[in-house]
């Protein structure tokens, strides 16, 4: 019974470390495309497209969300074209498309990232290059990426039902930029902040960087692993 719970022991760690370097490698492809996204000549970007493409599908197959992103480069998309519209008159409308092509190619990367790999794992892989108190900042932060998201989405949806001028056709006049600010922007500030002080005091009651050795939350993957 020992020997079988050692090599279930021994299993398991390897099957860890396996996902350790998973996530590395995965980490890395996503910091190198979402490099490329802004670095890589016009004439490449078909090519880093394709590879956007796949993990597109990929995290789609995850059962990944993509609302977010896509509302986020429609808005986009509108702001940047109004601008070059109102300080070149509008001779060079193609290049702020590009400019917000760009920038959804730079996103995707890390929205697939968020989808497959698990928050724990990136932060078990990044307490190796960087302070833990600082690796544990940034899984926090993807953890609360789906949760900083929803409150966005009920915050603007309450101030419309305010009558708030920050519809997508009344934000086309910059005038109203400011309400969006006020009125969306802010809160989420606030909000934000309160999510911030709650997650530290989560921590300090765990007694998280009391110690020197640093420990994380590995999930079973086996029966044998909830007897130990």
Sequence with gaps: MRAKRLQAFMS????????????AAAMLLVTLLSSAAFLAPQSSLLYLAFINLLLLVHGLI???DIRGIIRYI????????LLYALI??????NQGAWAVARMLLALLPGWWLTVVIKPQLIG?????????????VV???????????????????LQLLRGARIAPRQLLNPLNWYELAYCVIFPLFVQLLKLAQQTATAARSRHFGSQPQVTYWREPR???DTDR
């Design 12 to 23: 398991a760690n390897a099957a860890v470390d396996g996902d350790l370097w998973l996530t």
């Design 124 to 136: 078990v892989v990044l307490a190796k290059v960087m302070p833990a108190q600082w690796a544990f």
């Design 88 to 93: 070149h008159g509008g001779k060079q409308m």
């Design 74 to 81: 429609v808005l986009q998309l509108g702001f940047t074209l």
């Design 62 to 64: 995850k059962r990944g």
């Design 139 to 157: 899984a926090a932060s993807i953890n609360l990426l789906p949760f900083m998201t929803n409150e966005l989405r009920d915050i603007y949806q």
């Design 222 to 224: 086996s029966p044998h």
